[in-house]
C-alpha cells in the first residue's frame, strides 16, 4: 500500500504519515531526506528527529532512496518517506539526473510488497517562479507527485492540519 500524503508548509502532513505509520503497528522506517546546509535546516532536522519515536529506525539517505525502499531487511517494516521535495532539491543542487532517479523510485514503489507513506510538499499552488533553477524544481516536483499519486492507492491533501481524501 502506498499513501502519498501532500500539503503544503507547515499543512500538518509530516505528523500525520507520522501518526498512519504510528496505527500501522508494523516497525517504521523513517527515510529522511534532508540535507543540513545551514543552521536553520539543522534545528529542522534536529526538531524532527526529537519528536519521532525512540524506537522508530531512521535512515538518512538524500539521494537513492530507491535502494533503501526495495533493502528487503525492511520488508516487514512500513516507510515513512520524508520528504520528496527535499530530495529534488537535493538531486537538482547535486546536479544529478533527476529522471533516472525518478524513473528507480518509481521502479522500487511498484516492486515493494511494504506499506509505504510518502510525503512531499505540494508546489503547483502558486505563481510561476522567476528563476530558472525554481522553474526547474517546480516542473520536477509537479511531474514527480502525478507520478507518485498514479502509482498510490490513497492520496491525501493536508490543508491547514485537516486530511483531504483526493483519491482512496
Known amino acids: 500500500m502506498i499513501h502519498f500524503i501532500l500539503g503544503g508548509a507547515r499543512s500538518g502532513k509530516t505528523s500525520y504519515a507520522e501518526m498512519l505509520a504510528q496505527q500501522s503497528k508494523k ?3 523513517y527515510l529522511a531526506t534532508a540535507k543540513a546546509h545551514d543552521n536553520e535546516m539543522q534545528d529542522r532536522i534536529l526538531h524532527h528527529q526529537r ?3 525512540e524506537h522508530w529506525t531512521t535512515r538518512e539517505e538524500p539521494f537513492d532512496i ?3 525502499i526495495s533493502d528487503k531487511s525492511y520488508s516487514n517494516h512500513c516507510i515513512l518517506i520524508d520528504c520528496l521535495t527535499l530530495w529534488v532539491t537535493n538531486l537538482l543542487c547535486d546536479e544529478r539526473d533527476v529522471s533516472a532517479y ?4 518509481l521502479s522500487a514503489l511498484d516492486e515493494t510488497q511494504t506499506d509505504v507513506f510518502v510525503v512531499s510538499n505540494e508546489t503547483g499552488m502558486g505563481v510561476v517562479p522567476m528563476g530558472s533553477l525554481t522553474r526547474q524544481f517546480c516542473d520536477e516536483s509537479g511531474w514527480l507527485h502525478q507520478a507518485v499519486a498514479a502509482k498510490a492507492d490513497k492520496v491525501t491533501l493536508m490543508v491547514a492540519g485537516i486530511p483531504m481524501p483526493v483519491k482512496q
Open 27 to 29: 516497525p517504521v522506517l
Open 51 to 53: 519528536s519521532r519515536p
Open 66 to 68: 530507491d535502494k533503501v
Open 102 to 105: 525518478k524513473a528507480r523510485l
